[in-house]
């Protein structure tokens, strides 16, 4: 028995299980949004709630599986506040029996829009890390992220903003970058700045139109089965952001953000860029070097391989039902874990950023090489050009570091004459 508990824990050492308890349900109608066609491959009359069954079997299930002291949910949609208050109070509840042995944390994804004060009062009490969905300033954001009657949501999504603010909650602007926004770098970054967002993460949006498989279910959108076969080209969704556009989106923001905000804003991709180049392993599944341990759980039960795999061909089983320890080895087999990095192109395995890209989403790697290997992730050449433009800043960082002083000093570094010549605990300018 004592070796059968150690390997069921070996067997779910990292894992991690983001839960949509409303499914994609949302109330509103962004454009660009991935899931909400996920309705699709459920039955009429679906409710999209978690039901206590499935709560109590996944808050259950997760703590005791995890080896590690420190277990972490994240709450996601669709809009996860779209189930109410008491749901969440419940989720509290069903978590405290746990605490003594777990540290246990919450992190909730929302578009803002039904955020009150009795929810930022709530988030705060309880510690939850918010992730607010928000592209930009008004004419930015409402491009993309509307309400189902056609009228922009940024009004509502804004006034969140300021509730978790008012609040104090703890939280970060997620910022998603479509066609359009990609454009707009700078108004983007500076709106942020200007509102006190000291935390930002960029998500390139990247989608196809349906092959044949996905519109088998209903679906408008490409799965990632149309990797291979006959459906391999299936068309670029129009909101799809431009990959060349999307690196010189990061460039513009990183050379602003080099020269007058390290240490005071802090840009997700930025923070995985310096991680990358000093050694460590990506803390983000997208630049990993090998994927499959972070699932998702849909608001019925069943458990997909993540949120960009939930299609029938990449069920694993049942929080209810099944090992969570078993779904995960099962993930791993389905194209994620090893292929990630074993399935690479070999220009991608001989690329001097490889450390930093990995290869980015296996979702998004349709594109083919100049000399026509499948398998290059679409966004490529942004990232490239990404990653090479700002490795003149990450040497100096790293060289930072070593000397224990702050990455800050970077700023004072990039117009000097020749060089920073670090000495003892401080820095010159020579």
């Keep these: 028995m004592a070796d059968e508990a150690q390997k069921a824990s070996g067997s779910c050492q990292g894992l991690h299980l983001l839960a949509k308890p409303a499914g ?24 999209f709630r978690m039901s206590d069954a499935v709560l109590g079997a996944y808050i259950t299930k997760y703590i005791t599986s995890q080896p590690t002291p420190v277990v972490e949910f994240v709450w996601q949609g669709g809009e996860p506040t779209l189930l109410g208050l008491d749901f969440f109070k419940k989720v509290v509840q069903l978590q405290k029996p746990f605490a003594g042995r777990k540290t246990i944390t919450n992190s909730l994804q929302t578009n803002g829009t039904l955020l009150t004060d009795a929810w930022c009062a709530f988030l705060k009490k309880n510690n939850f890390l ?3 969905s928000l592209d930009g300033p008004k004419h930015i954001h409402d491009r993309y992220r509307r309400r189902r009657d056609g009228r922009g949501s940024f009004a509502e999504a804004f006034r969140g903003l300021k509730l978790l603010q008012k609040h104090g909650v703890e939280y970060n602007v997620m910022a998603c970058v479509a066609r359009e926004t990609a454009k707009k770098p700078l108004p983007v970054y500076n709106f942020f700045k200007h509102e006190g967002v000291e935390f930002i993460q960029f998500t390139p949006i990247v989608e196809r139109m349906a092959d044949a498989r ?19 080209q299936a068309g670029l969704a129009p909101w799809s952001v431009d990959p060349h556009e999307y690196g010189d989106f990061l ?20 923070e995985w860029a310096l991680n990358a180049w000093i050694g460590n392993p990506s803390p983000v599944c997208i630049h990993a070097q090998q994927c499959g341990r972070s699932m998702v759980l849909e608001h019925n039960g069943d458990v997909y391989s993540c949120d960009h795999y ?62 026509g290997e499948p398998g290059l992730h679409y966004l490529c050449d942004g990232y490239k050009n990404f990653f090479l433009h700002i490795r003149k800043y990450l040497q100096v960082m790293t060289q930072l570091l070593e000397n224990g002083l702050p990455v800050s000093y970077v700023m004072k570094a990039i117009d000097a004459p020749l060089a920073v010549r670090l000495d003892d605990s401080r820095e010159t300018v020579v």
């Design 24 to 47: 994609p349900a949302c109330n509103l109608d962004c454009e660009y949004c991935f899931y909400l066609e996920k309705k699709a491959l459920f039955g009429a009359g679906e409710k």
């Design 130 to 132: 918010v992730g607010l």
């Design 214 to 232: 996905s519109k088998q279910h209903g679906l408008r959108l490409a799965s990632p089965a149309a990797l291979t076969g006959t459906d391999e």
């Design 251 to 270: 460039i513009d923001v990183y050379e602003q953000w080099v020269r007058k905000d390290v240490g005071k804003t802090f840009v997700m991709n930025f």
């Design 310 to 371: 939930v299609y029938p061909d990449y069920r694993l089983g049942s929080i209810t039902a099944d090992d969570l320890g078993g779904m995960v080895e099962k993930s791993l087999r389905q194209g994620c874990g090893i292929a990630k990095e074993t399935a690479l192109p070999s220009l991608c395995r001989q690329c001097e950023v490889l450390a930093a890209c990995r290869g980015g989403c296996p979702k998004h790697r349709f594109a083919r090489t100049w000399n």
